[in-house]
């Protein structure tokens, strides 16, 4: 073959390569699996597996999925943030005792579990999970914001001051060292506040989407006040 015949025959083998490579790189099966399939993927499967109904009006689908994958399938949110292990499932319906899970929609979400106190101090606060579902804003945890639900998730910080530290002119309902009542205590944010902001927002449009429980008489921190 002569040298330029080879040439040739290179260059358009080259160019051949590269045209099937453009197609298989923008073909959108290609696209889902390496542009977000993994995603994709959790967000049908977070829908699938929300135990209550959702309130998808004005919301991204997309968001509320993941987010739900977070809540339900990975950190189990509910866990600590019902009214405890007594009424978490529907009668009958209690995984722990080898059935079917049915969980409790009256009161999930809605807080309420005591976690008992930190400390032997006299007066010591008892720990009991915040109510997470919207008020009648339709914001999560009560009305907050996104801006201090990621606050809170990334720096521990407890806005509503249940707890506060102990000193000489508060001794009562208050965490003593080494405890530090500016900090949620028992809620695992130092573990939260690692993930990322996108994935922190769709945790927030997943529980600005679940129903309000509206919780314990005011003036109980654990009101919430539904439509």
Known sequence: MKRHQ????????AASAAIIAAMFVHSPHVQAQNEGGDRDSRVEIGLHIAPVPLNLEGKNRALVGLGSYWVNAVASCNDCHDAGPATQFLPGANPYFGQPPVVNPATYLGGGQDFGPLTTTPNAPHIVSRNLTPDKTGLPEGGRSFAEFYRILTTGIDLDHLHPACSSSVTTNCLAPPFDGNLL???????????????????????????????????????????
Not at 6 to 13: E, P, S
Not at 206 to 212: E, M, N, T
């Open 185 to 227: 205590q028992i809620m695992p944010w130092p573990s939260f506040k690692n993930m990322d902001e996108q994935d922190i927002r769709a945790i927030y449009e997943y529980l600005s989407a679940v129903p309000c429980v509206a919780g314990p008489p005011s003036p109980s921190p654990l009101h919430n006040e539904c439509q």
């Open 6 to 13: 080879l040439i040739k025959w290179a260059v358009t083998l």
